[in-house]
């Protein structure tokens, strides 16, 4: 075999390596990306069914319900037009507390629940995470607008 032939075998065996490699990291990288859904969006169907994603709202005043001797927690987010039923198990964040934005990774059960697998709350008065908020604004405007024309 000459020099040129087994110089040409290894860089043909690289870029394959390489190539192989970056579809490797590509197929990782895309199983493990968790993708923000509004309750809006989750009502039409854009959510998957079975992959985990992120869900975020605020929490709907009066929807915090406990489970009598468990851990468990349900509670509605809602981004002013739709609303989505929330189950988690686990110890809430100190911040927790109705009316307040949250984002919680988790699945879709099959009941139309969602069931978080943590509970992400905003750490201060002011923040709230960008996700909730652009998801948000549509809506808030639009109700704005409604009670602003009804006076």
């Known amino acids: 075999m000459t020099p040129r032939r087994k110089r040409m075998i290894t860089v043909v065996a690289i870029l394959a390596g390489v190539g192989i490699a970056t579809a490797f990291a590509l197929q990782s990288f895309q199983k493990n990306l968790l993708y923000y859904y509004s309750p809006s969006q989750i009502q039409a169907g854009e959510a998957p069914s079975t992959r985990s994603f992120r869900v975020g709202g605020l929490v709907e005043n009066g929807s915090l319900k406990r489970e009598p001797g468990s851990l468990e927690v349900r509670f ?5 037009a739709h609303q989505q039923s929330v189950s988690y198990t686990g110890v809430l964040p100190d911040l927790f507390r109705e009316g307040q934005g949250v984002i919680a990774p988790g699945k879709m059960g099959s009941d139309g ?3 978080a697998e943590e509970v992400l709350a905003k750490h201060d008065e002011n923040y709230m995470p960008p996700e909730v908020k652009d998801s948000l604004k549509p ?8 009670s602003q024309g009804s006076t």
């Open 113 to 115: 629940m969602f069931v």
């Open 139 to 146: 809506h808030a405007q639009a109700s704005q607008g409604a």
């Open 76 to 80: 509605i987010l809602t981004d002013y």
